[in-house]
């Protein structure tokens, strides 16, 4: 239970930096931290004690990987959502170098004003 | 058809792809790809109205191991709204988009944008839903800051930002539902849900998503990137974005989910209620004060979008009798339509009053009908049209909700609603006067009207204006009630999964 | 183990809270990687070695892009006082939230003891079915492979935004001036500055 | 290989002789290691995604170590946007050619033998697809970020001449 909610407070902590933070950097800080506590939190959720990789190796028992193997979904969602993350990073990065090149500042306060 | 569902998204996509390769040798091929792409997908949209309800799983992997697709008549609908207004958009954007560099990435992203938006209509699995909202999102993202002004940057930022939020409430609702239930399938988690009930972390999980898809179709408390966005994006795309794009990732999914993954809820609905009243009222009143051709518009989309939010909630109270429920509903859809179809008819008549005189504030224009006659007609039918004067359609269905929230006893909703709607019409003349009539100022003496390939989409539209007010039985009765019955009727949905 | 892990949550929020507040850029960034490095090994401890290889060299790659981001820009470190209003109302309204948060998760089930309604056919059946002894890819690519072409949508639409972004020129004719000297060529630039000369 | 050892001597570009010489050492051991996680991603851990990543990865280093116009040479803007469109149409034909089963997504080749490297129908073809399209995408953004950086990095000493402000 502790686990989950401390996932919970990373994803508050990064919302509260994506949402009250000035700086665009630190804006982008806060959207990689969002995303790593779902994922975590995702991963957390599919977990089994003593679980072991969802990967049938060889010589294996099959019988093992039904008994201990841990939930294999959430995986398959998290890789999904790490990229979709890397995809929204790299747009965000894109527009904060062109928005740097326009107002000479990271500052969205200070470009809210020079905006006008 | 049914054997070809997903070409929904399939073809949109693969044509991208293509398009990009095609362009490197000529440049003229992103043009016709993204015409004839739009066109054979509205014609397909068109041709779904005519299907009974269906499911399609991907791969033939049964529910709830693989991923379903759903076909019903609220999945129709929103697909041939989509598609139908999508194209009209293409058509427009082949001059338009002339006076922007980089066309053939503009249509690749509004390709992947309508890909987006359908992939999220005819899904049925929540984390497909997610993905395909993704797509349409960070797609509309780029569109907005297309043309990377100081202007479009910002507002691009600032929605990414909202738009961030907003997928990340999303998504952890996803994972809660996840984890208390085993499974992502739509109707299978339906049925999981009437088992566990409404418990604290179901309720919770609701209130992610009243956040994360209330910040995608931009209800009040969560709509400080629209009136930034909307207008920086190219003349289509605000189209696209205020006539399809938060309908399709905001309130078809509200829908979908609270109807018929949840099912109805008192507390939801009197939230849903008192949000859809707020986004009326406070918009419409932002609206009176802004002197921007398209940043008046996109308040009054906030505005509109609040009548439909209302309507959701009244049919989705319990207690409201199922007459009552239907009607609002009926009414809610009915909006959403019109709404589509009037506002795109708005702002693509502001981007070709933009193209020829330069200029979208309200103090430069003026007296434009006697210059561009077939433009400002079609602008002055759609602003009557959404000022709710009859017998245009946004006046029947403006009356349809009203009597359903007078029927349902929401007597302070109802009169509030009857209020927006007289504000709506007083700054509508306001933005007729001080555009279409009154004196041509001298600097906008030598305009023509806009090209062929801008006014045809503008005519289409408003005809639809007119025909969808006239022939409201003939025309849509059967389509609204097909998408109502869809939403009231749980079972039926969640029996897809076992019957199918 | 349970203890092992908490140790390394404790250690992503604390590198979270520098990553937040500190005022130089480049060490949020780089605080940021140590949280992002931590979380992949959250992930090896709990079964999960795919996602644990992408999260390191995805991470990498967050880390270098974003050096580079910040790095080559001179404004490395934020001036001015802090904004009082938005931390408290921030505060509030995350308080209340993770208030509602605590409850919600109680009736989530226990750790380590997943429903795995849906999942407990992959395991059994996922390696015959698909003839892909790892499971996670059985589900990535076959029985969820509509989602990974949407996965893949995404990574492509966001890098033709980005593209798009960075283009030298927005419009054709009104030319802002320091549009016109910084950006990414496009193809019809090059043919006219060649036409030019 | 020539053209590596004159690189390294160079010390105008990139870094530090001893940075590239690690780099070209390594650089092959990242390229086969990635490939491997790509081809093997049905058996082993790892994947299209993550194999394409490392790939990319290693052009990233190559392009740190040695500078801009190396990396280029070996792989321009123009080549990775055209890969990247490939591989995506690649992967969604695969999708398409799934209806020739009747079904979108359906694994249409034969399963053959578990734990071998051709089994699975059609997963390690959609791995190679996926690991074409993320290497070239991730390898042109990053170019196009880099660009970009350096654009702003002139820029901004241009700025302090000035001293606009």
Redesign the interface.
């Known amino acids: 239970m502790i686990l989950y909610f401390l996932s919970l407070v990373l994803l508050v902590m990064g919302l509260y930096c994506l949402i009250a933070k000035k700086n665009i950097v630190k804006k982008i800080v806060g959207i990689v931290i969002t995303e790593y506590s779902i994922n975590l939190f995702l991963i957390l959720v599919g977990y089994r004690k003593d679980g072991v990789a969802p990967i049938l190796l060889k010589g294996m028992h099959h019988g093992e990987l039904v008994q201990h193997g841990v939930d294999p979904l959430p995986q398959a969602l998290v890789l999904t959502s790490i990229v979709i993350g890397l995809g929204t990073l790299a747009l965000m990065v894109a527009l904060c170098l062109r928005m740097y090149e326009k107002y000479k500042t990271f500052d969205m306060s200070k470009i809210n004003k020079l905006r006008g | 058809m049914q054997a070809y569902y997903p070409l929904f998204t399939a073809i949109p996509l693969a044509a991208t792809f293509l398009t990009l390769l095609l362009a490197k040798i000529t440049r003229r091929a992103a043009d016709v790809m993204a015409f004839l792409v739009t066109a054979l997908l509205a014609v397909m949209a068109v041709r779904m109205l005519f299907e009974a309800p269906f499911m399609y799983t991907v791969g033939n992997w049964k529910p709830p191991f693989g991923i379903l697709l759903v076909s019903d008549g609220l999945s129709s609908l929103m697909l041939v709204v989509i598609n139908v207004i999508g194209f009209l958009a293409v058509i427009f954007s082949l001059k338009y988009m002339t006076t922007y560099t980089a066309k053939e990435k503009y249509f690749a992203l509004f390709m992947l944008m309508i890909a987006g938006m359908n992939g999220v209509v005819i899904t049925g699995d929540m984390f497909n839903m997610y993905v395909f909202l993704e797509i349409a999102s960070i797609a509309s993202y780029a569109l907005v800051g297309f043309g990377t002004g100081r202007r479009e940057l910002e507002a691009s930022f600032k929605y990414l930002i909202l738009g961030g939020v907003a997928s990340t409430a999303i998504l952890f609702g996803i994972a809660i539902l996840y984890s208390l239930t085993g499974t992502l399938n739509m109707p299978d988690l339906a049925q999981q849900l009437e088992l566990i009930g409404m418990t604290r972390a179901v309720s919770f999980v609701m209130a992610l998503f009243i956040m994360g898809f209330g910040l995608k179709a931009s209800a009040v408390p969560f709509h400080a990137w629209l009136p930034d966005a909307h207008p920086s994006a190219p003349a289509p795309i605000s189209a696209m974005l205020s006539g399809v794009l938060i309908k399709a990732l905001g309130m078809y999914t509200i829908m979908r989910i609270m109807f018929d993954i949840v099912g109805r809820n008192a507390l939801v609905a009197g939230i849903l209620m008192f949000l859809g009243a707020l986004s009326m009222t406070v918009a419409g009143l932002l609206a009176i004060g802004q002197s921007d051709f398209k940043r008046m518009l996109a308040y009054s989309s906030i505005s509109q979008m609040g009548y439909v939010l209302i309507a959701i909630g009244l049919a989705l109270n319990p207690n409201a009798e199922l007459t009552v429920a239907a009607l609002a509903l009926i009414g809610g859809l009915f909006h959403l339509v019109n709404h589509a179809v009037f506002k795109s008819l708005l702002f693509l008549g502001s981007g070709a009053v933009e193209y020829r005189t330069g200029t979208r504030d309200l103090g430069e224009l003026g007296g434009l009908i006697r210059k561009m006659p077939v433009t400002g007609t079609s602008v002055a039918i759609g602003s009557l049209s959404i000022a709710g004067v009859p017998p245009f359609n946004g006046f029947w269905s403006k009356l349809i909700i009203i009597i359903a929230l007078l029927k349902g006893g929401y007597w302070i909703y109802g009169s509030l609603a009857v209020l927006v709607g007289f504000i709506t019409l007083f700054y509508f003349i306001k933005l007729q006067r001080e555009t279409l009539f009154g004196k041509l100022p001298e600097a906008l003496t030598g305009v023509r009207e806009a090209p062929f390939a801008m006014t045809l989409p503008l005519v289409i539209l408003a005809a639809l204006c007119v025909v969808m007010g006239l022939g409201y039985v003939a025309v849509e009765g059967s389509l609204l009630e097909a998408a109502k019955s869809a939403l009231l009727d749980k079972l039926a949905y969640m029996n897809l999964v076992i019957g199918g | 183990m349970?203890i092992l892990?908490?140790f390394l949550?404790?250690f992503?929020?604390i590198g979270?809270?520098i990553?937040?507040e500190t005022k130089n850029?480049l060490s949020?960034?780089i605080s940021?990687g140590v949280?992002?490095f931590s979380?992949s090994i959250?992930?090896l401890m709990?079964?999960?070695?795919?996602?644990?290889?992408?999260?390191v060299?995805?991470e990498?790659?967050?880390l270098?892009?974003?050096i580079?981001?910040?790095i080559?820009?001179?404004?490395t470190a934020?001036e001015?006082a802090r904004?009082n209003f938005?931390?408290v109302s921030?505060l509030i309204f995350?308080g209340l939230?993770?208030i509602?948060?605590?409850?919600?998760?109680?009736?989530?089930?226990?750790?380590?003891?997943?429903?795995?309604?849906?999942?407990?056919?992959?395991?059994?059946s996922?390696?015959?079915e698909?003839?892909?002894?790892?499971?996670?890819?059985?589900?990535?690519?076959?029985?969820?492979?509509?989602?990974?072409?949407?996965?893949?949508?995404?990574?492509?639409?966001?890098?033709?935004?980005?593209?798009?972004?960075?283009?030298r020129?927005?419009?054709?004719?009104k030319a802002?001036a320091?549009?016109e000297?910084?950006?990414?060529l496009?193809?019809?630039?090059i043919k006219k500055n060649f036409e030019g000369f | 290989m020539d053209r590596l050892e004159s690189e390294i001597r160079d010390t105008s570009k990139g870094m530090t002789p001893i940075v590239k010489t690690v780099v070209r050492f390594v650089m092959g051991i990242i390229v086969i290691f990635g490939a491997y996680i790509v081809l093997f991603g049905h058996l082993t851990p790892g994947g299209g995604f993550a194999g394409g990543v490392i790939l990319a990865a290693a052009y990233v280093v190559l392009v740190l170590a040695f500078g801009r116009e190396l990396g280029l040479s070996k792989m321009s803007n123009k080549a990775a946007s055209i890969l990247d469109n490939f591989g995506a149409l690649a992967f969604i034909s695969l999708g398409l050619l799934g209806f020739t089963g009747g079904w979108f997504f359906l694994n249409f080749l034969p399963k053959g033998k578990m734990f071998d490297l051709f089994s699975a129908g059609d997963i390690p073809l959609m791995n190679i697809a996926i690991g074409i399209k993320v290497t070239a995408s991730l390898f042109a953004i990053f170019i196009a970020l880099s660009i970009f950086g350096r654009v702003i990095y002139k820029m901004s000493d241009l700025d302090d001449s000035e001293s606009e402000e």
């Open positions: 349970e892990l908490l949550l404790a992503m929020i979270s809270i990553a937040i850029l949020s960034v940021v949280v992002g979380l959250i992930f709990l079964g999960a070695p795919d996602i644990a290889i992408t999260q060299v995805v990498i790659l967050i270098v892009v974003l580079r981001a910040t080559t820009t001179d404004n934020i001015g904004d938005p931390f921030s995350f939230f993770l509602f948060a605590w409850f919600a998760v109680q009736e989530l089930p226990r750790f380590g003891e997943p429903l795995m309604r849906v999942s407990k056919r992959y395991l059994e996922g390696a015959r698909t003839g892909a002894t790892n499971i996670v890819t059985s589900i990535l690519l076959d029985y969820r492979g509509y989602d990974t072409i949407g996965e893949a949508t995404v990574l492509f639409t966001s890098i033709i935004g980005a593209f798009v972004i960075l283009r020129r927005g419009r054709k004719g802002e320091d549009t000297k910084f950006g990414i496009e193809d019809e630039d």
